[in-house]
């Protein structure tokens, strides 16, 4: 069992005590920073970078060399799977990401089959594998996907910010065709993971960005259900090691109590909940992950100190808190601004614990 010369992440994810709260930030690699653009460059477009699994290792340690984080996160993108499964992934400059062949037939839907993450999901295993060497055992790294439903929406949608009105309609008027689709990305997401874990991944996120455009109802069925699905199935040890996982249900706050019960270790929260009372709320079921505006971030680094104190305070004393926004950073977020939070969680945390 190789564990981190710096395993604080792991311990508060596993609510053991701590010296202080520990801190990532979520897309830490991202265009926010010079060298990620220029590594992007070399690769040519975003696609190439995330298949690249040199590229991958590269831009996921370049956060690292410059602020003292507590985790590596996996560098890669949520659509990796529906893209292994054939629907044609591209991004349109300024559009985000689109598929050329968006599931809208019913026999295309019966056909989806699970990639293999061995096959056609080589590259990002190879670069978790590559990632884990080149952190040298210093971090955690973090591997991740999206929830079926989160993928869904972009696979039935055909591309990111729309109003839901395909996948929404689908699933009032055909939910049986919806609930496919969901049983093979979990099923796809499940295997993913694992394989993810078993390449050096020593805690897994998983990423439920748009489950909060759902009814209260229909958050169970269609997104709720098949995430505990995955967490029922994802191995919880390797090499001796407990392996963590993370729930992120963006704008999910409503239904905290129903994540915290589905058997993963902890639940990250958007910055629309105080995280004093998603601690009350939970009690002492699940670690929580948050969740600072990632806005506050343009402000100046006195501003940033008082919004990180006022987070640590609500959340009170004792382990079970990862620092992290309450979703990714700006592309137009001055680095220093983020050396400045870092700083700040790593110095006024410690009075906590």
Excluded at 33 to 54: D, H, I, Q, V
Excluded at 124 to 144: C, H, Y
Excluded at 221 to 232: D, K, M, T
């Amino acid at each position: 069992m190789t564990t981190p010369k710096n395993d604080t992440l792991l311990r508060a994810l596993l609510k053991q005590p701590v010296e202080y709260t520990p801190v990532w930030l979520m897309r830490q690699a991202g265009r926010y920073l010079a060298e990620y653009n220029e590594t992007r460059a070399r690769a040519g477009n975003f696609l190439a970078l995330c298949k690249n699994p040199g590229f991958a290792t590269e831009v996921t340690m370049q956060p690292l060399a410059r602020f003292p984080l507590d985790a590596a996160i996996l560098f890669s993108d949520i659509l990796t799977i529906p893209d292994a499964m054939g629907l044609g992934l591209y991004f349109a400059e300024g559009e985000g990401p689109m598929f050329e062949r968006p599931l809208r037939e019913e026999k295309e839907i019966y056909a989806l089959k699970v990639p293999d993450p061995a096959g056609e999901l080589r590259y990002v295993i190879d670069a978790v594998s590559e990632i884990r060497k080149a952190l040298d055992n210093q971090v955690p790294l973090i591997g991740f996907s999206g929830s079926p439903f989160t993928l869904a929406c972009y696979m039935v949608e055909g591309r990111g910010g729309t109003d839901f009105r395909q996948i929404k309609t689908m699933l009032y008027q055909r939910p049986e065709l919806l609930h496919h689709i969901l049983d093979v990305n979990a099923q796809a997401v499940t295997a993913y993971l694992n394989a993810q874990i078993e390449a050096g991944a020593q805690v897994v996120m998983i990423f439920d960005t748009w489950g909060g455009a759902l009814s209260h109802a229909a958050y169970e069925e269609f997104s709720l259900r098949y995430i505990q699905q995955i967490v029922a199935g994802l191995k919880r040890e390797q090499d001796g090691a407990r392996v963590p996982s993370v729930v992120f249900t963006k704008n999910g706050g409503l239904w905290l109590e129903k994540i915290a019960n589905i058997g993963c270790d902890a639940v990250g929260l958007d910055w629309t909940i105080d995280i004093g009372e998603a601690r009350r709320r939970v009690g002492d079921k699940v670690a929580l992950q948050g969740n600072l505006d990632p806005s506050i971030l343009f402000a100046s680094p006195e501003v940033i100190g008082v919004e990180v104190e006022k987070i640590l305070a609500s959340y009170g004393t004792g382990s079970g808190h990862v620092f992290n926004l309450g979703h990714g950073i700006s592309q137009f977020t001055p680095p220093e601004n983020a050396a400045a939070l870092v700083e700040a969680v790593h110095t006024l945390s410690r009075k906590f614990h």
